[in-house]
């Protein structure tokens, strides 16, 4: 396969609501922030989501519970250590977000900016979603990269993206009270038909669009899976006063 253009991926980005960049991140690089992330989890260095806070499917019922303290993100990437903070603001993804945007890019620490750890046994499956549905920006257009710092496969819990649906104008009926897309509905389980998981190596990245559906399964192999994720957008595009999104400081590239 060649080697897609800066530009191409971003046009792939736009028709398709994510693209795959592999080996955008040397192995010395992955391999010193899956370090860090390794003794941040080690140590259970706050601020720290547990699966138990969020409860999705497989996740333990409360903290009391056996592998109450699995850890879903470590949050706050950027703010938790200089490797994760150069990697959120390198001129590669600077220059990525800028031709995405086509003006300045800007760095959320209100979405998602940490470390996914999804773990053997307690780490629980993500259904279908939009990341946009708890997110308030004047325009649903932001893009997050994730970066794989080990193998990511449909085993050990990957994602799962629907290529297109990111443009799809779903009406509300079409997701459940907590937003996530209906899997029961015939209409739905074609656009689900469609999903793709790309298998990743440490150092490939996807970004993708805020409105893009995806899901993740539970991690059926022995090792804890870490991927480091931050979302961007443009300087234009202000989180609404008030809102969660609004609620941390933002970082200009
Ligand atoms: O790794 C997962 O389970 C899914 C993560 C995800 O989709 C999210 O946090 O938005």
Redesign the pocket.
Known sequence: MSVQSKKEQVQALRERGFVIVRGLVSPERCAAIKQVAEQQLHAAEAPLEFEADLR?PGAPESKDAPGGHTVRRLLDAYARHALYREWATSPEIAGWMELYFGEEPVLSRAH?NCV?T?HPRY????GW?R?VRYWSFERDDLVSVWLALGPETPEN?G?WFVPGSHDAPFTSDRFDAAKFFRADLPDNKTWIDRAISPTLQAGDVVFFHCNTL???GQNQSEQVKF?L?YTYHGASNVPLPGTRSASKPEVKL
């Open positions: 999705y998602h996914m999804k780490g629980s499956l993500t979603h990341d819990g994602l995806h899901s993740a991927s994720v």
